[in-house]
């Protein structure tokens, strides 16, 4: 139960009564609301919050004008450091008032607010100005943290959520918008929350990439004014992904992989999304984040709420290597399904590449015994099981078993399966519908369009509108039944489209908009429904390969398909961006054939393994045409890879030579969470001028213990130690044979 927390603020009830009348509480005496740069007459009276975590503490507090304002973030200080109550900054000439200067933890859109702010409503009289005072706060416990504002004359409130992860120092921080206004009112902007960084000079990461080039890590300067990072593509989307890191670069504190300040934060939500990151006029930054503004309108009628998504945020000074390994230990602690403790991924083999849309009982079932002699855990049959889907024009929104395909339905292949040893999964993408399909004939009105407008097809796709209810119903219907008739235990989710034409003509055209939060809502709503119900099934989010990955959809995934491009070469750089943000547990990196389909290079299997294994494993290849060698080596590989796949999926992930700007090498390194155990990979794009491969000095080990080590593919030079030091292997480092055109390593190290 929350409580209010008075502690800090005694005279709660009269600052209560001063908001509700819309007047300011200063020095203990009631001043009328001043306007910005005015000078409050006497000492304020104010809050200060503050939350620890890890290495972390975050600071706010109420103003002299009562608004919240942020302190201080950074790393953790004394826990009896006295922190004192926020002043706003002063106005800077006439033209900066104090209001635009001053760092607010959620700004309205008032008071002359020229930067990005937190929220913007219209009021139905027209009246645009919104001014977000302190009201009161409830601590829950120690680690969360709520804070009431409102306006400073109307009844519209938002609740601002803070928790901070004890272990890594992560925020989450959200918002809940609520109005008691006689009249609606119209959100044109919502923000889960605001953070600000002081002056100084920054470098901004983030990560851009295209159908079949996701993850490609950016770095520029900040600099004035905003710099967007954005979907508006009705999902987080493939073009830039809600994650963002800061940083700092002044002139003795140069930020790199292990060292530096960098803040860091991911969007968990899987709709339109933005984050901006703005240099003010008086060089500090801001960051904002939360529903895209863009086409953006939530009415709120009297008692109405809306709950943002929510923006986690953190803070290291060990650089990016140490942002993105909190990130992704609190992701698998705390936000996929299974956490703290999610399984290992089971090893999976799945059918696509080799047979798209030709699946059949009989070629299925011959693929599923190539699988498990290879020590396949999973088998996947991907697209063209159902409704009339003999290619990518026909069949979507028919979720019947084919029964030219499968004339007795799946039961066959899944026992089969099952009689392998494996566990079976299945291809989906829920949310579309072929114009050519019973179910579109049926229900043309289901899709996303404007009525009398053109409906813009997609890979021959439409989108159904899953912010309705008949079609959240329908949707979740199919599934709960074919979850329930058959024994599945994983659906890969696809959606391999972004959205057109956006109306949802059910609503008055002023609540159309809505279907930005509403379909968003209701597929987290089925995606959480079917996990209650079909409490063993797994879920992969895929969207084309990485068009929807964000911490929004990894609270109901286990999994997610980075990209469709399997080509290994690029998987190399595509797996280093995806690790900024996300962990290698959720990461599945298939092998498949040689020449690659997409840039017909040819690679050797044991290379093609190799890199795979730096994720979660699984092969896509075609098993009917592959040699006995390349057989025997997954096979080999594959067990190799089990004895250390925790320590690979769910370890401390060091990227030791980084494989972007055409770099002849690349090289990772994971160490256990005890320690106990390292495994470390090396590879050659290709060597030119007989250059050897850079000495490995690694990192993380435990420097006075003692570690055996062991290869599991390739060789190390000779005069290599088996068993040296932690210190050892960290400071001298291992040289590895490593020559040639697309070859590479890998290695492990056992504590004594
Ligand atoms: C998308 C996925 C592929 C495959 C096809 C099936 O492109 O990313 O892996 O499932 O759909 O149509």
Redesign the pocket.
Known sequence: MNRPFLKTFPNFLSLLLCVALGISFAGGALHAQSTPGTQPARAPFQAVFRLDGGDTTYAFGVNERGELQQIYWGGRIGASDTIAPPKSNPDWASFDSSYNNTPQEYAGWGTGLFHEPALKVTFADGNRDLVLHYVSSFRSDEHSLDIMLKDISRAVSVTLHYRIDPATGILARSATIESHEAKPIMIEQAAAAGFALPPAHYTLSYLSGRWAGEFTLNQEAVRPGQRILESRRGSSGHQINPWFAIGKNDAADIVDEEHGEVWFGALAWSGSWRITVEQDQLDAVRVTGGFNPFDFGYPLKSGEKLETPVFYAGYTHNGMGEASRLLNHFTVSNILPEAPNPRPRPVIY?S?EATE?NVTEAGQESLAEKAAALGIDRFVM??GWFGQRKT?HAGLGDWYVNKEKFPNGLKPLIDKVHSLNMDFGL?V?PEMVNPDSDLYRKHPEWVLNFPGRPRSEERNQLMLNLARQDVRDYVYGFLDKLLTENQIAFL?W?Y?RNWSEPGWDQLPPDEQKKVYVQFTRNLYSILAELRVKHPNVEIES????GGRVDLGILHYTDEV?PS?NTDPLDRLTIQDGFTYAYPVQVMMAWVTDSPHWLNQRSTSMAYRMLVSMQGSLGIGANLNKLSDADLSTIKRLTGAYKQVQKTITQGDLYRLISPTNGSEFSATETVSTDKSQAVFFGFVHSTQEGRTFPRLQLLGLDPGAVYTLSSIEGNTVEGTPVVASGAWWMNHGVNLQLKGDFQGAAFRLEKK
């Open positions: 799945n696509w849309f991907d697209d990518d291809w993408e890969k696809d391999n895929c969207s084309g390969g398909w469709d």
